[in-house]
């Protein structure tokens, strides 16, 4: 089992930044691959980025390249979501995932956090 919790997140201006944060209890959070996803009022969840175990490899949403940054610290069980460049497209709850593959389809991931409001105003 791991549980999740997130924050960091808040009200921005356009061009502001936030960074997330999810903190994992358990000591398998070093083997799952985590990804940080968002839902908007009014459209599908959508997988924002996501990284291997090691933190290897990561993954963008063509939306998010080059404004958004994943990292993790196995050391921490924390992985964390860097966000620059702010949009009010970006308005949305986040949910940090952990799962066996950094994979798209949220139904790879098995478990969730309750998700951080992020507003970003124009």
């Known amino acids: 089992q791991v549980q999740l919790v997130e924050s960091g997140g808040g009200l921005v201006q356009t061009g502001g930044s936030l960074r997330l944060s999810c903190a994992a209890s358990g000591r398998t959070f070093s083997r799952y691959a985590m990804a940080w996803f968002r839902r908007a009022p009014g459209k599908e969840r959508e997988r924002v980025a996501a990284?291997?175990?090691?933190?290897?490899?990561?993954y963008y949403a063509d939306s998010v390249k080059g404004r958004f940054t994943i990292s993790r610290d196995n050391a921490k069980n924390t992985v964390y979501l860097q966000m620059n460049s702010l949009k009010p497209d970006d308005t949305a709850v986040y949910y940090c995932?952990?799962?066996?593959?950094?994979?798209?389809?949220?139904?790879?991931?098995?478990?969730w956090g309750q998700g951080t409001q992020v507003t970003v105003s124009s």
């Open positions: 990284i291997s175990w090691s933190g290897g490899s990561t």
């Open positions: 995932a952990a799962g066996n593959l950094p994979s798209i389809p949220a139904t790879s991931y098995a478990y």
